[in-house]
């Protein structure tokens, strides 16, 4: 079993920042791509941003420039910094993770979600 655990959500003026954070846990062998995306209701979950176990990165053209994401693999967790915020940008947040428990099965595994409000 494998759980996604996500924190640092919040919420913050337009301009301001937030980091969050996503810590895997569990039976892990090995974990592939990681990623952020996120969802407003009515919408599709869309990628905010998605990094590769040698660090590629990719950014859609929303919040490329004021979004960096990065990985420590060592301690199985990606982060999210998100600089200059937009009213727009306000959405649960999911973090993602491409992850095998034997090398072999690979499987995609989600956090809860966590909540960012901008206001403006």
């Known amino acids: 079993q494998v759980h996604l655990v996500e924190s640092g959500g919040g919420s913050v003026h337009t301009g301001g920042s937030l980091r969050l954070y996503c810590a895997a846990s569990?039976?892990?062998?090995?974990?592939?791509?990681m990623g952020w995306y996120r969802q407003t209701p009515g919408n599709q979950r869309e990628l905010v941003a998605s990094?590769?176990?040698?660090?590629?990165?990719n950014y859609p053209d929303a919040v490329k420039g004021r979004f960096t994401i990065s990985r420590d693999n060592a301690k199985n967790s990606v982060y999210l910094q998100m600089n200059s915020l937009k009213p727009e940008d306000t959405a649960v947040y999911y973090c993602?993770?491409?992850?095998?428990?034997?090398?072999?099965?690979?499987?995609?595994?989600w956090g809860q979600g966590t909540q960012v409000t901008v206001s403006s």
């Open positions: 990094i590769g176990s040698g660090g590629s990165t």
């Open positions: 569990g039976s892990i062998y090995s974990i592939g791509n």
């Open positions: 993602n993770a491409f992850i095998t428990n034997n090398g072999l099965n690979w499987r995609d595994y």
